[in-house]
C-alpha cells in the first residue's frame, strides 16, 4: 500500500523525536565513558561535547580496581542486594498471598492500613529514632529490616496472585495443601514474571540506596559502593583512593568518571536478562482481571 506524501512526513517527524529522546538518553553515559578513558590533562581543558575520547588511556581504571575500598564496598553492596531483595520477595509474597485470599477476615482493613502507609510516612528523623531504638544503628539489618515491603511493590503482587484461577486453589486444598504448599509450590511458580519484575525493582533499590547507609552506618568496613562513589566524588584529587594514590588532580577526575561506570555496569548487564518479564509482569500486576 502506497503511502501519502503527510504519512511520511509523520513517520519521519517520529523517527527525528525518537532519535532526540535516544540521544539525549545515551548521551549522559557515553560522555562518562569517554572522559573515564580520555588524556586526564586533556579532559581538564575539555568542556564541550564529547562524542569519542579525548586522548585515550585506563590509568584511571587500574587505580579504581587496584584500590581495595571498591572491592569492599562491591561486596558489601551484593550483600544488601542479594540478601536484601530475597528478604524483600519473600515478605512481600508472604503479605501478598494473604491480602489477596477473599476469606481474610479483616482483608479491607488491612488494606486501607497498608495503602495509607504508602502516602504517610513517620520522616527522617522518627524512622532514625526508630533503627536507633532498635539497635540496628551500624548494623547491616539496618539497610534490610526497614524496607522489608515496598507497599507500592506489595500492591502489584497482591493484584497478580488474585488473577490466579481459584479453582486452582481449591482444588490444591482438596488434595490436602496448606496455604505455605499453595504459595510456593502452586502460586508463585506460575508467577514469574511478576517475580522478575520485582526482583528487578529491589535490587534496583538497594544497589542504588544511598540515604539508608549515609545515616545508619558508621564503620567503613559496611558502606556500600554508593557511599565510597560519594566519597571519590567528593573529593577533587585521588586522596580518597587511599594512601600511595599521587597521580595528582588531573587523573582524579578520570577516576571519578571510571567510579561512576564500574558502579552502574552490573545493573547494566544485569537488565536485558530479565527485560522479557518486565513488561509482562507489570501489566500483570497491575490489571485486575
Do not use: C
Not at 16 to 41: E, G, K, Q, R, T
Not at 144 to 172: G, H
Not at 234 to 252: I, R
Amino acid at each position: 500500500m502506497k503511502r501519502s506524501i503527510a504519512e511520511r512526513i509523520f513517520d519521519g517527524a517520529n523517527y527525528l523525536m525518537l532519535a532526540i529522546v535516544i540521544l539525549i538518553s545515551v548521551y549522559p553515559m557515553l560522555y562518562i565513558f569517554n572522559a573515564s578513558v580520555s588524556d586526564p590533562n586533556s579532559l581538564l581543558q575539555n568542556r564541550s561535547f564529547m562524542l569519542w575520547p579525548d586522548g585515550f588511556t585506563f590509568a584511571a581504571y587500574e587505580h579504581v580496581l587496584q584500590d581495595s575500598k571498591i572491592y569492599r564496598g562491591y561486596m558489601n553492596t551484593l550483600f544488601y542486594v542479594i540478601v536484601g531483595t530475597s528478604f524483600n520477595l519473600l515478605m512481600t509474597s508472604l503479605a501478598a498471598y494473604a491480602l489477596s485470599r477473599p476469606d481474610l477476615m479483616i482483608r479491607k482493613a488491612l488494606m486501607k492500613i497498608v495503602v495509607f502507609t504508602m502516602f504517610f510516612s513517620g520522616g527522617m528523623i522518627p524512622t532514625f529514632l526508630l533503627i536507633q531504638n532498635l539497635g540496628l544503628i551500624n548494623s547491616r539489618l539496618a539497610l534490610i529490616l526497614p524496607v522489608a515491603i515496598n507497599t507500592f511493590y506489595l500492591i502489584i503482587m497482591k493484584t497478580n496472585f488474585e488473577s490466579v484461577p481459584k479453582e486452582l486453589i481449591e482444588s490444591a486444598k482438596l488434595d490436602g495443601a496448606n496455604d505455605f504448599t499453595i504459595l510456593f509450590r502452586i502460586i508463585l511458580p506460575i508467577s514469574k514474571p511478576i517475580l522478575a519484575v520485582l526482583t528487578l525493582y529491589y535490587a534496583v533499590d538497594h544497589w542504588n540506596d544511598y540515604m539508608g547507609p549515609l545515616l545508619y552506618l558508621r564503620n567503613a568496613e559496611l558502606y556500600p559502593i554508593q557511599i565510597i562513589l560519594r566519597d571519590i566524588l567528593l573529593s577533587n584529587s585521588t586522596e580518597a583512593m587511599g594512601p600511595g594514590a599521587d597521580t595528582g588532580y588531573a587523573l582524579g577526575e578520570n577516576i571519578k568518571y571510571a567510579t561512576i561506570i564500574i558502579s552502574t555496569l552490573p545493573i547494566v548487564m544485569v537488565y536485558p536478562f530479565i527485560q522479557k518479564y518486565f513488561v509482562q509482569g507489570a501489566l500483570l500486576g497491575a490489571v485486575k482481571q
